[in-house]
């Protein structure tokens, strides 16, 4: 039989629903949760997430900014702007829209974001508190949404052999943070791979949860799953597809036709983990309103 989809958009829904409750909760307190994106330079693929985070902001009821640089600025104008939304009270949640163009240096720019602030989850304090399992800093949305995705789907994580492959600062490594912990929704035993991995299918095949985050399209085939494992497909690729109206198509790092067949639930793409990274930045957002508010 083939595998249960998880909709990656029904769960952000509802996830929406309650982070737009949450929002009204604040607002009526006097406070609206609000999130700055800092844009540089005019890359195509950022300005439509952009413009997908504000309109998302707007519709939970949450105030947004988006900051337009020119590709041109300087590490010190991008950094003087970082300061002074961190020095901004209407502003609780900071992003600066990956990638940076190529003469700003990314690791500086994060560090410069206040942690309180940094609802993107990539600052040191954010990434150690992750791996301590230190609940009160932020998560990196997309693994975050991941395990949301795991615990809302009904997956059992305690004691099963998970297994993820990508070892991103962004995806594979917090990933790996969240389903090593003692917690809920967690206590896997985690397996990370990667490009120098010597024999890949030995550890996807092992995996009652197959996390796959290495952004090569159709990489994971049905043969590397084990039968009734749960895989989650991270990866969102464009490949060519002549029969489309636009020529080309999206598509997970998992090859979905064939791990079907063998999964007892999985993930599509679109429609995946991709709607849930959004949902987690406001929910994120929202939980820095709450705590610069003492809860
Ligand atoms: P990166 O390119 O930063 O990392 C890819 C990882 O996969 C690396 O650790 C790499 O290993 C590993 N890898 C590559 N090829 C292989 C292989 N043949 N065998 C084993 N491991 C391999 O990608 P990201 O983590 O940023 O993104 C991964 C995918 O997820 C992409 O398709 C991206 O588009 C998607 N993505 C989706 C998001 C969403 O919202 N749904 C958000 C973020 C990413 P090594 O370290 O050795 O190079």
Same mark, same amino acid.
């Given at each position: 039989?083939?595998?249960?989809?998880?909709?990656?958009?029904?769960?952000?829904?509802?996830?929406?629903?309650?982070?737009?409750?949450?929002?009204?909760?604040?607002?009526?307190?006097?406070?609206?949760?609000?999130?700055?994106?800092?844009?540089?330079?005019?890359?195509?693929?950022?300005?439509?997430?952009?413009? $997908?985070?504000?309109?998302?902001?707007?519709? %939970?009821? /949450?105030?947004?900014?988006?900051? #337009?640089?020119? !590709? +041109?600025? @300087?590490?010190?104008?991008?950094?003087?702007?970082?300061?002074?939304?961190?020095?901004?009270?209407?502003?609780?949640?900071?992003?600066?829209?990956?990638?940076?163009?190529?003469?700003?240096?990314?690791?500086?720019?994060?560090?410069?974001?206040?942690?309180?602030?940094?609802?993107?989850?990539?600052?040191?304090?954010?990434?150690?508190?992750?791996?301590?399992?230190?609940?009160?800093?932020?998560?990196?949305?997309?693994?975050?949404?991941?395990?949301?995705?795991?615990?809302?789907?009904?997956?059992?994580?305690?004691?099963?052999?998970?297994?993820?492959?990508?070892?991103? $600062?962004?995806?594979?490594?917090?990933?790996? %943070?969240? /389903?090593?912990?003692?917690?809920? #929704?967690?206590? !896997? +035993?985690? @397996?990370?791979?990667?490009?120098?991995?010597?024999?890949?299918?030995?550890?996807?095949?092992?995996?009652?949860?197959?996390?796959?985050?290495?952004?090569?399209?159709?990489?994971?085939?049905?043969?590397?799953?084990?039968?009734?494992?749960?895989?989650?497909?991270?990866?969102?690729?464009?490949?060519?597809?002549?029969?489309?109206?636009?020529?080309?198509?999206?598509?997970?790092?998992?090859?979905?036709?064939?791990?079907?067949?063998?999964?007892?639930?999985?993930?599509?793409?679109?429609?995946?983990?991709?709607?849930?990274?959004?949902?987690?930045?406001?929910?994120?957002?929202?939980?820095?309103?709450?705590?610069?508010?003492?809860?």
């Amino acid at each position: 039989m083939p595998a249960e989809l998880i909709d990656g958009n029904v769960i952000a829904r509802s996830i929406r629903d309650e982070v737009a409750l949450d929002v009204a909760k604040l607002v009526a307190r006097g406070i609206q949760p609000g999130l700055a994106v800092v844009l540089v330079g005019d890359d195509p693929a950022s300005e439509v997430y952009v413009r $997908n985070k504000g309109r998302a902001c707007d519709e %939970a009821g /949450m105030h947004s900014v988006t900051i #337009n640089m020119p !590709a +041109t600025t @300087t590490q010190q104008e991008l950094l003087a702007q970082v300061k002074h939304l961190n020095d901004d009270p209407a502003i609780h949640g900071i992003l600066v829209q990956m990638p940076l163009p190529k003469h700003l240096d990314a690791d500086v720019v994060i560090r410069s974001i206040l942690p309180a602030k940094d609802v993107d989850g990539f600052h040191p304090v954010n990434v150690g508190k992750n791996l301590i399992g230190d609940r009160d800093g932020f998560v990196p949305c997309t693994p975050a949404g991941v395990q949301e995705m795991l615990a809302r789907s009904g997956t059992v994580t305690k004691g099963k052999e998970c297994v993820i492959v990508g070892r991103s $600062n962004i995806v594979g490594k917090p990933m790996m %943070a969240l /389903m090593v912990q003692n917690g809920a #929704n967690a206590n !896997a +035993t985690v @397996t990370v791979c990667h490009s120098a991995t010597r024999d890949l299918k030995e550890h996807t095949l092992r995996a009652d949860i197959l996390i796959v985050a290495a952004g090569k399209p159709k990489m994971v085939t049905g043969d590397m799953v084990r039968k009734g494992a749960v895989v989650i497909d991270v990866g969102i690729n464009r490949i060519e597809d002549p029969s489309t109206k636009s020529g080309f198509r999206l598509v997970g790092d998992v090859d979905f036709a064939s791990a079907r067949e063998r999964a007892s639930k999985i993930t599509p793409v679109p429609g995946g983990v991709g709607p849930m990274t959004i949902a987690m930045l406001l929910k994120n957002t929202v939980r820095a309103a709450e705590q610069s508010a003492g809860r």
